[in-house]
């Protein structure tokens, strides 16, 4: 048999785990294959003296003359069988390649066995059973990090699981004998989580800081516990309201425009009634629904009592900890919409989809102070008409420049207060503009409409981040932006598409990194490893880098109290730096934030207690 006929038959297999550059198929569906193809293969095995015994799975090469021999001894006893030994044979050249992971630490291993099989073996279902148990928490949704045992496992961590001795997925907090060999029998003391405080808690104070608690949107506090938030609320004079189940049971609850359900889902023992207790927070929200748990790992599981899914501590309160991905994903499949991180262990879910894109939009937005940099008079008047009448409407003519230059269109109508008065003196907004560009500096119009175009690319961009849903309503100001600098919606979606995919390529990323580094006002580039820059700087970087860590962020959240950023050009990894006394000379690193695109996981390191904080000495080198 040569090649042509070997690939024509490999065309025809009807059955097998379907992959770019290869079938595979479990050994006794040969039956199913090709006759001629089937007979091919076993005399190749008869040739190499490969007995059935030594492999259980065919690897049919589409694009080489090649077939590999592959041994999973345990193929039917375990749901993840790990790769003893391969025989990969070259049809062309007629050799074989023998590799023994017999002895290996991290073995290749299979998932998804149903899928190797023919159509009606009987342990289809049985198979099928694992797989859908992994896909129900996420294990899948990266196929290129689950392939060997170790990963797979440290993946399944990450999820808040682990295998139990039948390989089923069970949650960290059920995991037998870490701590104690003695259940909790006790009762849980749920009302003692309650903290006092004498300032806003995290979540509110990140959605202060968004300016969603200026005194517009009403705030019901889901689970209020002592009410320190809603004192300090209502001394701000924000119309609030709080419930909770052992300090507020009493008052009636109605529907606010924010609701905060803060670290409250993770003392709740129950996990039906956890998911419950949410999708009730979602149900009274009309806006924006903030949700908070406490983050750990299965170090902190070592520190108490395991109860359920979660630990007892010391004051017999449950805790369940949640890993940043782990809790994004219960709050997504709860309440089925999409939730944004604000930071570590704090989601955003918006109920209205408009403020949702003007939230995001706001993310990407790149701001100048023009009315410090616009040059007033570079350009000789002409007409003496048209300069006495600029010159007598100085200031209105200002305001309606700087508006062009903060969009970087024309605004409409509603987008400039003083509408009425500039098309009294000018006749339109067209004809304002015309005289304004007499005037002004007509590049610093042209840097305005290149920059808000690249804020639009990346917005698009990350909107298709983690398979965003397309919004069905924009805003009225995005549909304007739309039209003014790309004409179509789909122009936008694909050029967006477009710029989201070119950030998989190292090469563009140094690119971009190296370009940052010659327009940015201070950076450090480390040849082609990494590129360090300060937060503030960040959208003022190329469009490729700013998605490259815009795609990072998504998983983290906002950067309001992270200093420095480093981007990993080659591992697809960013990550954040925050300083103690950053004014100091020479600051204290505080906080070190890790985050794996390519695995979907943030990772956290914090420099307190015993470990000594690393200086920053360099500081001079990212201060402009």
Known sequence: MDYKQFSAFVKQVPIGKRLPEAIYIHQSAIGLLP?????????????????????????????????????????????????????????????????????????????????????????????????????????????????????????????????????RLKPLGEKPNRTSTNPFSGDIERHKTAISRDKLSVPLFLIAQ?????????????????????????????????????????????ACDIVNLGFVINVIEDKEERAETLRRAYEYTNKLLVVSAMLGNERIYERFKPFKDGVITGRNTFQKYYAQGELQQFVETT?????????????????????????????????HQWRQLT????????????????????????????????????????????????????????????????????????QAQQERTNDLLVYFALSFFK???????????????????????????DQGKALLFS????????????????????????????????????????????????CATQLYGELDNIHLIKAHITSGKVSLLAYDDWDKETPLL????????????VDFFDYLGDFQPQSLTNKMDFLP
């Not at 300060?534 to 970087?541: G, S």
């Not at 505080?590 to 996981?601: G, V």
Request: hydrophobic letters at 35%; a neutral charge; aromatic letters at 12%.
């Open 467 to 493: 398979k965003r849903p397309a919004y069905v309503r924009m805003p009225l100001s995005l549909k304007r932006d739309v039209k003014a600098f790309f004409e179509k919606y789909t122009d936008a979606r």
């Open 35 to 167: 006759a001629q193809l089937a007979t091919f293969v076993l005399k190749i095995t008869k040739a190499l003296k490969i007995n059935s015994k030594q492999w259980q799975l065919l690897k049919l090469y589409k694009r080489d003359f090649k077939l590999t021999l592959l041994s999973y001894p345990t193929f039917f006893d375990e749901p993840y069988p790990s790769l003893s030994k391969s025989y990969t044979v070259d049809l062309s050249k007629l050799t074989v390649r023998e590799a023994n992971y017999g002895k290996s630490d991290n073995p290749p291993i299979l998932h998804r066995r149903e899928t190797f099989v023919a159509p009606d073996h009987p342990q289809i279902d049985f198979f099928s059973s694992f797989t859908q148990e992994g896909e129900a928490i996420g294990l899948y949704e990266n196929t290129r990090i689950i392939g060997f045992k170790q990963s797979w496992e440290r993946v399944i961590r990450r999820k808040g699981y682990y295998l139990d001795n039948e390989a």
């Open 503 to 550: 950030v998989s390529e190292p090469q563009a990323i140094f690119d971009a990194c190296v370009k940052a580094s010659d327009t940015l006002p201070a950076s450090q580039l480390n040849g082609q490893h990494d590129f360090i820059f300060q937060q503030q700087y960040l959208n003022q970087c190329p469009k490729e880098l700013r998605v490259y860590v815009g």
């Open 335 to 367: 309440i089925d919409d999409n939730a944004i991180a604000l930071g570590p262990g704090v989601f955003a879910v918006f109920k209205d989809k408009l403020e949702e894109q003007n939230y995001l939009l706001k993310r990407q937005r790149t701001r």
């Open 375 to 446: 040059a007033r008079t570079t350009k000789p008047v002409s007409k003496k008409v048209a300069r006495d009448l600029f010159n007598k409407h100085r200031a209105i003519f200002e305001d309606f420049w700087y508006t062009c230059l903060d969009l970087g269109r024309l605004p409409a109508r509603d987008e400039f207060e003083q509408h009425n008065q500039i098309r009294q003196i000018a006749g339109s907004h067209n004809k304002a503009f015309l005289l304004c560009a007499d005037h002004f500096d007509e590049q610093q119009f042209e």
């Open 210 to 254: 968004r300016g969603y608690l200026n005194g517009e949107y009403t705030v019901l506090d889901y689970g209020c516990g002592k009410g320190d938030d809603l004192r300090e609320l209502e001394e701000h004079s924000v119309d609030c309201m709080g419930w909770d189940p052992a300090h507020r049971p009493d008052p009636d609850i109605e």
């Open 590 to 601: 505080r906080e070190r934030i890790k985050i794996n695109m390519r695995e979907q996981h």
